[in-house]
C-alpha cells in the first residue's frame, strides 16, 4: 500500500494568516490526490482533487500543487471558519489511503 | 442535490456483527460507486471497500477482506456494509461516500459510529 505521511500534524495560526500543509507519498502518485476538511463530529468535505483543482463551492482561498511524491494545500488569509482538521488521500493505487490529519488550531 | 443518509448508531458486543446502511438520492445510484471509509478514534481515515451500483461487484481492503460483506439493493438506491467478528478495536465512525471522478469522494453520508465493548 502507498504510505501518506503529512506534516505537520498539527499547527496553530490566527485569522488572516498563510498556512501551509504537506504531504509525502512513499510512492509517486501521479497528482492523484484529494484534500479534504474535517469539522469534529461531521463527514470530510472534499476541498480539492487532482492536486490543485478546486472542487464547486470551495473559495479560491484554497489552493494546491505538488507532483510526483510532494504536494501541499496552502490556506491563506485564515478564516475562523477554517479552524478544523485537514487529510490528504492518494487515489493512484487501490486501496486508496489517507493522511494522518494535520489538526489547524487558533492561536 | 445528492444526499447519502446513514443507520443509526450501533452497540455491539465482541464477535457480534454489525450492517450500517447508506441510503441515497438525487442521483442515478447505479451510476456510481459507494465506498465505505472508517475512522477510529485518533486514527487515520481507512478505506475498506466498495461496491459498483450498477452490476454489484465489490472489492475490499485485504484488511477486512474476510469480515466485510458490502451489498446493495438498487430499488432502494441503499447500500449497505456489514462486518462481521466484532473487536474492540472496531470502535470507529463508518462512512459510505459516493465515488467521484476517479477516485475521491465529493459526497458523504453522515457517519455511524458503532461502539464494540463487552
Known amino acids: 500500500d502507498i504510505q501518506m505521511t503529512q506534516s505537520p500534524s498539527s499547527l496553530s495560526a490566527s485569522v488572516g494568516d498563510s498556512v501551509t500543509i504537506t504531504c509525502r507519498a512513499s510512492?509517486?502518485?501521479?497528482?492523484?490526490l484529494a484534500w479534504y476538511q474535517q469539522i469534529p463530529g461531521k463527514a470530510p468535505k472534499l476541498l480539492l482533487f487532482?492536486?490543485?483543482r478546486l472542487d464547486s463551492g470551495v473559495p479560491s482561498r484554497f489552493s494546491g500543487s505538488g507532483s510526483g511524491t510532494d504536494y501541499t494545500l496552502t490556506i491563506s488569509s485564515l478564516q475562523p471558519e477554517d479552524f478544523a482538521t485537514y487529510h490528504c488521500?492518494?487515489?493512484?493505487?487501490?486501496?486508496?489511503?489517507f493522511g494522518q490529519g494535520t489538526r489547524l488550531d487558533i492561536k | 442535490q445528492v444526499h447519502l443518509v446513514q443507520s443509526g448508531a450501533e452497540v455491539k458486543k465482541p464477535g457480534a456483527s454489525v450492517k450500517v446502511s447508506c441510503e441515497t438520492s438525487?442521483?442515478?445510484?447505479?451510476?456510481?460507486?459507494i465506498h465505505w471509509v472508517r475512522q477510529a478514534p485518533g486514527q487515520r481515515l481507512e478505506w475498506m471497500g466498495w461496491?459498483?451500483?450498477?452490476?454489484?461487484?465489490?472489492k475490499y481492503s485485504q484488511k477486512f477482506q474476510d469480515r466485510v460483506t458490502i451489498t446493495r439493493d438498487t430499488s432502494a438506491s441503499t447500500a449497505y456494509m456489514e462486518l462481521r467478528s466484532l473487536r474492540s478495536e472496531d470502535t470507529a465512525l463508518y462512512y459510505c461516500?459516493?465515488?467521484?471522478?476517479?477516485?475521491?469522494?465529493?459526497?458523504w453520508g453522515q457517519g455511524t459510529l458503532v461502539t464494540v465493548s463487552s
Open positions: 488521500q492518494q487515489y493512484y493505487r487501490v486501496p486508496s489511503t
Open positions: 461516500a459516493r465515488l467521484d471522478g476517479s477516485g475521491f469522494y465529493a459526497h
Open positions: 461496491i459498483n451500483g450498477a452490476n454489484g461487484n465489490t
Open positions: 438525487g442521483y442515478m445510484f447505479t451510476a456510481y460507486a
Open positions: 487532482a492536486a490543485s
Open positions: 510512492q509517486g502518485i501521479s497528482n492523484s
